[in-house]
């Protein structure tokens, strides 16, 4: 549910209080006031100074997803992230954790970092992640660090005769409609 107008939805829903997963920076201030006001609120994934949190180390999640795959004798992961942000160095930092815990060596060819592009456009990230199917390095998974990247993998693999997760598996750190 949208949460625009307080006093309405709360009073003729009579809701126990929010929970807003994500939320963009309008949606937070929308939260701070109905926390303030007394209502029952919690963020998730979003760390705030008034409103309680519920939230996870990115960096420690990437590295436990990389130990799963490792489990799996998945050791060739493709990474797909952008380190042009906090969030996605962060990432990064946590599949070089991953890979280091778990003895796989470092391969830069499994990593597609929008980062170090200026103003990158989604035709070109989709393009980009095609060039790596070409390329037919082989991987059994990747771990995706955005919306984009799903998307673009998806479509790849779907060019490339991919099946997931037949031919490799995929994890995606992202909320995601498809």
Same mark, same amino acid.
């Given at each position: 549910?949208?949460? #625009?107008?307080?006093?309405?939805?709360?009073?003729?829903?009579?809701?126990?209080?929010?929970?807003?997963v994500c939320p963009d920076?309008?949606?937070?201030?929308?939260?701070?006031?109905?926390? %303030?006001? @007394?209502?029952?609120?919690?963020?998730?994934? #979003?760390?705030?100074? %008034?409103?309680?949190?519920?939230?996870?180390? %990115?960096?420690?999640?990437?590295?436990?997803?990389?130990?799963?795959?490792? %489990?799996?004798?998945?050791?060739? +992961?493709?990474?797909?992230?952008?380190?042009? /942000?906090?969030? $996605?160095?962060? #990432?990064?930092?946590?599949?070089?954790? $991953?890979?280091? #815990? /778990?003895?796989?060596?470092?391969?830069?060819?499994? +990593?597609?970092?929008? @980062?170090?592009?200026?103003?990158?456009? /989604?035709?070109?990230?989709?393009?980009?992640?095609?060039?790596? !199917?070409?390329?037919?390095?082989?991987?059994?998974?990747?771990?995706?660090? $955005?919306?984009?990247? +799903?998307?673009?993998?998806?479509?790849?693999?779907?060019? !490339? $005769?991919?099946?997931?997760?037949?031919?490799?598996?995929?994890?995606?750190?992202?909320?995601?409609?498809?």
């Amino acid at each position: 549910m949208c949460i #625009r107008d307080r006093p309405q939805v709360w009073e003729e829903n009579k809701l126990d209080g929010y929970i807003f997963v994500c939320p963009d920076e309008a949606t937070i201030k929308i939260a701070e006031k109905l926390y %303030t006001e @007394g209502a029952a609120v919690n963020l998730v994934l #979003r760390k705030n100074q %008034t409103v309680p949190t519920i939230s996870a180390d %990115t960096q420690e999640t990437v590295s436990k997803i990389v130990d799963y795959f490792a %489990t799996q004798g998945k050791r060739d +992961i493709l990474f797909i992230t952008g380190t042009d /942000n906090q969030e $996605g160095r962060t #990432r990064l930092q946590g599949y070089l954790d $991953g890979l280091a #815990r /778990n003895n796989i060596p470092f391969n830069e060819e499994l +990593i597609i970092d929008f @980062g170090k592009f200026m103003s990158v456009d /989604n035709d070109f990230k989709a393009k980009t992640v095609k060039q790596f !199917f070409e390329r037919k390095i082989p991987f059994s998974a990747t771990i995706l660090g $955005g919306r984009w990247a +799903i998307l673009s993998v998806l479509n790849a693999a779907s060019d !490339f $005769g991919y099946r997931i997760p037949e031919d490799f598996a995929a994890f995606t750190l992202s909320l995601i409609h498809i």
